[in-house]
């Protein structure tokens, strides 16, 4: 029974999908099955895994049919090129449903009822949420046991990482009894920059220490330049900075899925 994450941060620019799409990819190299489900209208992890342009526009059934019940899970599914990783696609078709599911008796639930249909196929599932705490956000916090933070070491993050806490303690309390923090992960992270330093002091001042990921992302030309080539960094560079830093950071966050399974 897979472990399904979320990475969220209602906070766009922070490295969101980036993280997503390379944990996802890296812990496919390492032997588990997973299954990445792009949550975000944007559909960045398609295209960051190979499918854009003509390819979206081909895709049969995407996350936006899914979480209107229109089409089976597995049906939307679309293998990838890349290592035991899978793929649940968006389009901009996706942004409609933030409206439509209003209309929903259990609009927060959507999500999560279609992917308990195919949880038992994967090893981990990761979900990229939208830059938002909408509907579709929440449907993504219902899905999931672990939700993973990105941040990056900017003045007003602390803040923006304050109100998603307070709304996972929310969902955890009404609709998803047991969702956890897994873990936060600093991103684009350059140690010469003093700010840099001073935040992440004081984020690690708010929290336990074992919140954080050990793994600090840093800022790499080439992480930014991978998804334009429709391919993880480990993919389109493996020797990189970036590819090792998302390597090390799929260790932490598969050991932490083993401690995980015992709870679930």
């Known amino acids: 029974m897979a ?4 990475i969220v941060n209602q ?38 895994l190979g499918i854009s ?32 990783l899978w793929l649940m696609p968006a389009t901009q078709s996706l942004a409609e ?5 209003l209309q929903f008796e259990n609009k927060n639930l959507q999500l999560k009822k279609a992917i308990l249909q195919v949880r038992n196929d994967y090893d981990i599932i990761i979900i990229d949420c939208l830059p938002s705490l909408g509907v579709l956000a929440l449907n993504g916090l219902n899905a999931c046991d ?8 900017e003045p007003y993050s602390l803040e923006g990482v304050a109100e998603l806490i307070s709304i996972v303690k929310r969902v955890k309390k009404t609709s998803n009894r047991g969702l956890q923090i897994m873990g936060i992960v600093f991103t684009m992270v350059d140690t010469k920059l003093k700010v840099n330093r001073e935040v992440m002091r004081a984020i690690k001042s708010k929290f336990p220490e074992d919140v954080f990921f050990n793994t600090e992302i840093p800022r790499n030309v080439r992480i930014t330049e991978a998804p334009s080539h429709g391919e993880p960094i480990m993919y389109y560079d493996p020797n990189s900075k970036g590819a090792d830093a998302y390597g090390r950071l799929a260790k932490e966050i598969a050991r932490r899925c083993k401690a995980a399974e015992e709870l679930l």
């Open 53 to 84: 342009g003509g390819a979206k526009r081909e895709l049969e059934s995407t996350t936006y049919d899914v979480i209107m019940g229109e089409t089976r899970p597995a049906d939307a599914i679309v293998s990838t090129k890349f290592k035991n």
């Open 11 to 48: 906070k766009g620019g922070v490295a969101k999908t980036t993280t997503a799409v390379n944990a996802a990819a890296a812990l496919g190299a390492m032997g588990k099955k997973v299954l990445l489900v792009d949550l975000d209208p944007q559909g960045n992890a398609t295209a960051g």
């Open 146 to 153: 672990r939700i993973i933070i990105p941040m990056q070491c």
């Open 97 to 101: 449903a933030e409206i439509q599911l």
């Open 3 to 6: 472990v399904i994450i979320s």
